[in-house]
């Protein structure tokens, strides 16, 4: 089974942009690891074969590909932390 | 203490009003009345929107005063729960990352409740992305059980049980991604419906496991339930994996006998773990229902031990992925003062977030992981297919399946909170239904030791007819609904 191991949550972590204190590094690790153990009863069952299930049946997940209006530019920046000339700004990621 | 008007069903209030016996506003004044009394000892709301509420009874009023029939659920104050989109009020999901967002849209859900004129009155509080299971993990505070102020309501729509289990509103909205309407539900006292994945849009609501989230209707009676779920249900063009199934008309599902019922009990898997007095009340129910013409069976739900397993594999993953879009960009919190966007990200998310939150985000970004994925979120997905048709194969030999709702009454504030995985094992029951995309019922059977427990019933997928049918006569066997908690 999965050890989890501070260095693994570290990783997760940095995949997630996760910023995590390490009390909270040590303490997910923890019970990472105790939860997985938990799941590991999953291992055991034989799933040749069978289909992963993705989401409930008949579900229509494919509609006609027409244009419609989205929200207006000025409702859509109303909400950003910090808009402006159109754009959303960011810290600059280009040197 | 007489409360008046803030009693009465949604089915009650909608005919006075119809006849013109009372006005929306006396309805809505006297639940506005009910909510000053007792909201501070309950914590049930994040906001109140009275002024707006006020307003739209006035003009339904209005334009009941000019003739024309009254529509389905006029002048029924109704709460929302604060993951669902309400035009012109604050949705937070119970997050700080979302403190202070205005949605630029309403839920398609909440439009339709509307539209029947139901009066939105607020938001509900509830754990933070509905990701808890008993309220505890909202954001801003913890909501209380009426039945015992010391106990949680249950979660994740824990606010939203609370307003209908004290009479602050007839009816309310929650949302059940693993049992967030059906065990607040039975903790409270109520019947809620988690509909069949696909009845409901979520155009609107708040995204936390896709393929598992589904909104619906808590009341106190079976016949509110109805109303709502008549209301509620239906395609949507704004939500693409939204049903075209046919929506019956459930008021003919109410006639209170269940004649010919088949009821399967999967008892193998209710041999260890439920408490006793509620394991009573359980049996009772089924003996209630047995008396209403329904006959009783064993059946094999051999995958269900897995069930939790698989279910906090799928929704972590889900989760993880839908939650990536609170960046600190577009909407909500941002962390000040860093000028490294990498390290926004970071802080925004730690400081937004949470510990349960961040704890799924983890497990379930792992979940997904180069090396783990197979291991984990694939076989999860496997597992899932297998519980599928294990309740597809018990369906050929009943009609409904009926297990306690959950294996205890309501726990203590506090108790569960530094134990996730005993946190996560209380909604056993509860989650196949999701996993499987089942409708299910929560109905209530009585008192443990003075606290609610729940009868759950699932069905077919698209089958909530038969739900209703067999719970509008549990209520009319049991009157179990007629009980107040003393508050």
């Given at each position: ?95 | ?204 609501l708040v995204a936390f496991a ?103 594999l799928v929704a972590t993953a ?30 925004t998310r730690d400081l937004g ?135």
């Open positions: 089974m999965a050890r989890v191991t501070v260095e693994t949550v570290e990783h997760v972590a940095r995949l997630a942009r996760l910023s995590l204190t390490e009390d909270e590094k040590r303490l997910f690790a923890r019970q990472l690891e105790e939860i997985l153990a938990w799941a590991e009863s999953l291992q055991a069952l034989d799933t040749s074969g069978v289909p992963p299930m993705s989401h409930p049946q008949g579900a229509r997940v494919l509609r006609e590909d027409e244009p419609r209006d989205g929200l207006p530019r000025e409702t859509a920046f109303a909400q950003a932390p910090e808009a402006g000339d159109g754009l959303f700004r960011v810290p600059r990621v280009i040197g | 203490m007489t409360i008046g008007l803030a009693g009465l069903t949604a089915a009650e209030i909608r005919r006075r009003v119809a006849v013109r016996e009372v006005s929306c506003v006396d309805v809505l004044r006297a639940h506005l009345d009910r909510i000053a009394a007792v909201e501070p000892r309950v914590d049930a709301f994040l906001f109140l929107a009275a002024d707006r509420a006020l307003d739209r009874a006035r003009r339904l009023d209005s334009a009941l005063a000019g003739g024309g029939p009254a529509p389905s659920l006029a002048g029924v104050p109704v709460a929302i729960k604060d993951v669902l989109h309400v035009e012109g009020l604050p949705t937070t999901c119970g997050s700080r990352i979302l403190d202070g967002y205005r949605p630029p849209f309403a839920a398609t859900a909440v439009e339709r409740l509307e539209a029947q004129g139901a009066i939105v009155v607020g938001k509900t509080n509830m754990d933070e992305f509905a990701m808890g299971s008993s309220t505890e993990r909202s954001a801003y505070k913890p909501t209380r059980n009426p039945w015992d102020r010391e106990r949680v309501p249950g979660g994740s729509s824990g606010g939203s049980a609370v307003a209908v289990a004290s009479r602050m509103v007839p009816l309310a909205l929650g949302t059940d991604t693993g049992g967030s309407i059906r065990q607040p539900a039975a903790f409270c006292g109520l019947v809620g419906l988690k509909p069949t994945w696909g009845r409901v849009s979520r155009y609107g896709s393929s598992l989230d589904q909104v619906g209707p808590l009341a106190r009676t079976v016949e509110d339930v109805a109303l709502a779920s008549s209301a509620l249900f239906g395609e949507d063009p704004l939500d693409a994996t939204s049903s075209g199934e046919p929506v019956p008309d459930f008021a003919r599902s109410l006639e209170g006998h269940a004649a010919g019922l088949r009821v399967g009990v999967p008892w193998s898997f209710l041999a260890e773990g439920v408490d006793g007095e509620t394991m009573a009340r359980f049996r009772e129910s089924l003996a209630a229902l047995e008396a209403a013409g329904a006959s009783v069976a064993d059946v094999a739900l051999p995958h269900l031990p897995h069930a939790i397993a698989t279910y906090y889900e989760a993880s992925s839908n939650l990536a879009r609170y960046d600190g960009v577009r909407y909500g919190l941002r962390a000040p003062g860093i000028h490294d966007l990498r390290r926004l990200y970071g802080e977030f949470g510990a349960e939150v961040k704890r799924r985000i983890i497990l379930g970004t792992f979940a997904l992981s180069s090396g783990y994925y197979d291991a984990y979120y694939l076989r999860a997905q496997k597992v899932r297919t297998l519980i599928r048709r294990d309740f597809d194969r018990a369906f050929s030999a009943c009609d409904v399946i009926a297990t306690p709702t959950a294996p205890t009454p309501a726990f203590r504030l506090g108790e569960k909170m530094d134990d996730p995985l005993q946190m996560y094992l209380a909604d056993i029951f509860t989650v196949p239904a999701n996993l499987a995309g089942l409708p299910g019922l929560s109905l209530p059977c009585g008192l443990a030791n003075g606290l609610p427990v729940g009868l759950q019933l699932l069905a077919r997928p698209f089958d909530e007819e038969t739900l209703l049918r067999a719970g509008a006569a549990h209520q009319k066997a049991t009157r179990h609904h007629e009980l107040e908690p003393p508050l």
